[in-house]
């Protein structure tokens, strides 16, 4: 669970956000400002995050704040997970990233998985739905769902990318060092349940 001071600044910025989306009146739209100055400034005395970089975060969100959508392409063979290693932090994670306006969810992890991995597949299956706050990630400013989706190999070959340099299939008992900010152990073991027993309902929250 996300500590009590990232949840209240979550919700501070999101308030924030929606007041100057909306307010017409020069005091709400100052007093607006001052609460969006104050979950970056909560965000930076609790995080590592330097105070731009959150300011800048805040001031790029505009319009009514709503979670924003993280998808996951959850691809087997042979009994083994597909991960990519990051070039930020040379981890490893399921691929995938932010829906873009205009993409279904599924288009999004589809086109995610390719550029990623190499790998081209067909999302087949919603498997879980997660509140990142309810789950063991570092901190973010931002409130994200994440779908995972599993999705059927159907051509391509492995190859890295701007974002990835190593693809590789683990099985469950050799996953590597995971980027916990994008998956977690927990969620990986979710989804090798789902290889298992495939007949489970959508997993959520």
Same mark, same amino acid.
């Given at each position: ?28 739209? /100052?007093?607006? /400002? ?13 995080? /590592?995050?330097?105070? $731009? ?8 969100? !505009?319009?009514?704040? !709503? ?25 490893? !994670? ?15 992890? /589809?086109?995610? @998985?390719?550029?990623? *991995?190499?790998?081209? @597949?067909?999302? #087949? ?34 190859? #890295? *990318?701007?974002? !990835? $340099? ?7 008992? $050799? ?7 994008? @998956? ?8 090798? $349940? ?12």
């Amino acid at each position: 669970m996300n500590p009590k001071w990232l949840d209240f600044a979550q919700r501070l910025q999101a308030l924030a956000q929606s007041g100057l989306a909306f307010a017409k009146n020069p005091y709400d739209l /100052e007093r607006y /400002e001052q609460i969006r100055e104050l979950a970056a400034e909560m965000l930076t005395a609790y995080s /590592e995050e330097e105070p $731009e970089r959150i300011a800048n975060l805040f001031c790029g969100e !505009t319009g009514y704040a !709503t979670p924003k959508v993280d998808v996951r392409g959850v691809v087997f063979k042979d009994d083994a997970i597909l991960l990519v290693r990051e070039r930020q932090d040379g981890l490893w !994670t399921i691929p995938g990233g932010w829906v873009d306006v205009g993409e279904s969810p599924s288009e999004a992890v /589809e086109k995610e @998985v390719r550029q990623e *991995s190499g790998y081209i @597949v067909r999302a #087949t299956r919603l498997l879980a739905v997660y509140d990142r706050n309810k789950h063991a990630h570092p901190p973010s400013a931002y409130h994200i769902y994440k779908l995972f989706f599993l999705c059927k190999l159907i051509g391509g070959e492995a190859a #890295t *990318s701007i974002e !990835t $340099e190593e693809v590789g299939f683990f099985r469950e008992d $050799e996953i590597p060092p995971l980027s916990v900010g994008k @998956v977690t152990l927990s969620q990986i073991a979710r989804m090798f $349940e789902y290889l298992r027993q495939p007949d489970q309902p959508t997993d959520f929250d």
